[in-house]
């Protein structure tokens, strides 16, 4: 018997859909678990001084790896822990990985800081706030020394998340802005936010020196950042001819895989290190302004 095309398409897609379902409702229960028996560590990926090549700091970059080996993206299981309620205590972990792995380097090197991701829910509640100030305690990390980046999806409650960001810098945090220009941003919504960073998201970057019609768009966002007063730090930067476009337009910081994919603690602290000594002595770069 002759079945349409059509009809195959249809059966198709909804064997996609009902597949694609089950395997969320199955990775729901899997990260249930996970965060249960703390299946998370984190990874590190240097941030560069643009001008002088030194390592100045990492985004810590969180990790999940199941007990078969396999590893889920952050991307994917993220969102999944913040539609379940599995965020505040994935965020929890986070913090206390990241200050248990990077409490020497931190203390010894002043300069150096590590940024944190914040989920949506974290910055309208501003719990992890708290749990991060309790963790600091007595480790003798400077809180300067800890940046928090922040999505805008975490700023559907404009005034909750004008709170939060406002107590983490009174507290002596950076803030940044996360994967800035796919949102909404505009620069009369900016300037009404506690911010002291702009990290330029990869879709921008990629688009340097290509003749996309992203790429002239790169050129505004930087001026915007510079417009605000703020700090500039471009993410993804993979080719010499990238960093080159950034170095001349003088965005001060940037990762990507061009210097160092994220490593785990002990091949990050190495490459930190390793950096100092062929770029010189880091300087006091990130006097929070307030
Ligand atoms: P993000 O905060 O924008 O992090 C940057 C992402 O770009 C990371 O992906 C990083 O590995 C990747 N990346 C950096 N340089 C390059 C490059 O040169 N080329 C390419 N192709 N990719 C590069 P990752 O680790 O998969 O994280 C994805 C997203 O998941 C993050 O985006 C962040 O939104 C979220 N995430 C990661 N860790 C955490 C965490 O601890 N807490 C929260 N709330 N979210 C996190
Ligand atoms: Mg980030
Ligand atoms: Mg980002
Ligand atoms: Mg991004």
Redesign the pocket.
Known sequence: QFIPLGVLGALAAVAAVVWLSRRRLSLRGELATAVRRREFH??Y?PIIELDTGICVGA????RWTRPDGSHV???LF?PLAEEHGLIDAL?DQ?IERVIDDMRELLVQDRSAHIA????AG?VSSGRALKVLAAKLAGTGIHPQQIWL?A?ERGFIDIQRARNTLAVARRTGHCVAI??FGVGYSSLQYLQQLPLDAL?I??SFIDAIGTDSATSPVTSHIIDMAKTLGLFTVA????TPAQLAYLQARQVEFG????FS??LPPEEFIAFHHQRLQQYGKARENFQNPN
Do not use: C, Y
């Open positions: 984190m990874h990926q985004e810590s970059l969180v993206r952050p991307d993220i965020t986070v944190i991701n914040l989920s974290d980046e999505t996360d994967d990290k998201d990869k993410e993804g930067i993979e990762q990507g895989w061009l994919r994220a």
